[in-house]
């Protein structure tokens, strides 16, 4: 239990998915019941007064462990002594708009606020991204912050992995709570590659108890890695309230560990392990503590796993070299 406030920015705080997320966070569903949270939070100046909406709204829920909340357009003042940031505000994907889209609308945005993280935040901080093309945009805002650890940058596929959990459970009438071990590798994007092969259900090895080989390729794999279109084809808005819980869980696991027995996709610099080109921001299972990550090492990888975590990578590195010709990092 601690009494001094966290310090917690979010960006894009007028967006659709920071109107669940700060709400949750308000609450108490990151730190519990006992620790003050200070938001801090950035918006572009034509969001401000929608934001001030948002923070009267905050202000009428009285939450006890909403200790202060400061709101601007300005990244150095709104991340300063910042201990995590969750890098939300982002251009977002709309109807039939590709990723390869948003690389340069979303390079600047990531480039300047790398750079004021650099500059302000606390020296504890834990930087999530959320906002799309997340692992890219993370790279970017890592490569603008040569004075912090890389191992403080993360893009979320949390959504990814709660999404496998959801279908492997519905196919195979567990419940969430019985499976471990999914992991998704890769990018947030349709190349990711949800891996049912290591996950377990009640202890079991799931692909055995799916027994279904042409679900898991035909249909669990393309519905996980194609969700958020068809959750903007039916909302006709991309995913806001399980996009908002995903950072959280993300987060949650990231600051206050793993549980046991258990592990977490995130997407953190590439060592080179799993043969995945080093420097890239690249979704691995990882265990974590005391805001720490490690990489799931050890897992046995078939032909039919290494093509899809290759190209997967292979989709990165197109990524990476887009924003280095753009000079962004
Ligand atoms: N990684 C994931 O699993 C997911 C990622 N996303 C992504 O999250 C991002 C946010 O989504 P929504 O909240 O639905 O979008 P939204 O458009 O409702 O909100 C984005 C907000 O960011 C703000 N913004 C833009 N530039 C900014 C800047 N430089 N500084 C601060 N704020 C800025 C905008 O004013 C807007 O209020 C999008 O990129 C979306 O694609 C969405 C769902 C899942
Ligand atoms: O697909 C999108 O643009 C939104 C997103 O990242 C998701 O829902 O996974």
Not at 15 to 44: C, H, K, M, N, W
Not at 209 to 214: A, E, G, Y
Not at 306 to 311: C, L, S
Request: proline share 4%; aromatic share 6%; hydrophobic share 45%.
């Amino acid at each position: 239990m601690s009494t001094t406030p966290v310090k917690v920015a979010v960006t894009g705080a007028a967006g659709q998915i920071g109107y669940s997320l700060l709400f949750r966070i308000a609450s108490g569903a990151l730190f519990g019941p006992d620790t003050p949270v200070q938001l801090r939070l950035l918006e572009i100046t034509p969001a401000l007064k929608a934001l001030e909406g948002v923070v009267m709204e905050l202000d009428d829920c009285a939450f006890t462990t909403l200790d202060s909340v400061e709101i601007g357009d300005d990244a150095n003042t709104i991340f300063d002594g910042a201990n995590l940031a969750l890098l939300v505000g982002a251009r977002p994907r709309t109807k039939g708009m590709e990723r390869g889209d948003l690389l340069e609308a979303n390079g600047a945005i990531f480039t300047a606020q790398g750079k004021a993280l650099n500059e302000v935040a606390a020296d504890d901080i834990r930087i999530g991204v959320t906002g799309n093309p997340a692992n890219t945009n993370a790279l970017i805002a890592m490569s603008n912050a040569p004075d912090i650890p890389k191992e403080r940058f993360s893009a979320l596929t949390r959504l990814d992995h709660n999404r496998a959990l959801s279908q492997l459970a519905a196919k195979t009438g567990s419940k969430v709570a019985d499976i471990t071990k999914m992991t998704i590798w890769g990018n947030h994007s349709a190349t990711q590659y949800p891996d049912v092969f290591h996950a377990e259900i009640g202890g079991r090895n799931a692909a055995e108890v799916v027994d279904d080989r042409d679900w898991i390729e035909n249909d669990f794999i393309p519905t996980v890695a194609k969700r958020g279109a068809a959750i903007i084809e039916a909302r006709g808005a991309s995913s806001a309230a399980s996009a908002a819980s995903a950072t959280i869980d993300a987060a949650r696991d990231w600051l206050h560990g793993t549980p046991e027995g258990d592990w977490a996709s995130m997407a953190v610099v590439s060592d080179g392990s799993y043969g995945v080109p080093e420097g890239l921001i690249y979704s691995y299972p990882v265990t974590t503590s005391n805001g720490d990550w490690e990489i799931v090492q050890g897992l046995e990888i078939d032909e039919f796993s290494r093509g899809k975590m290759d190209a997967t990578a292979a989709e990165l590195v197109e990524e990476r070299d887009a924003v280095k010709e753009l000079g962004l990092i």
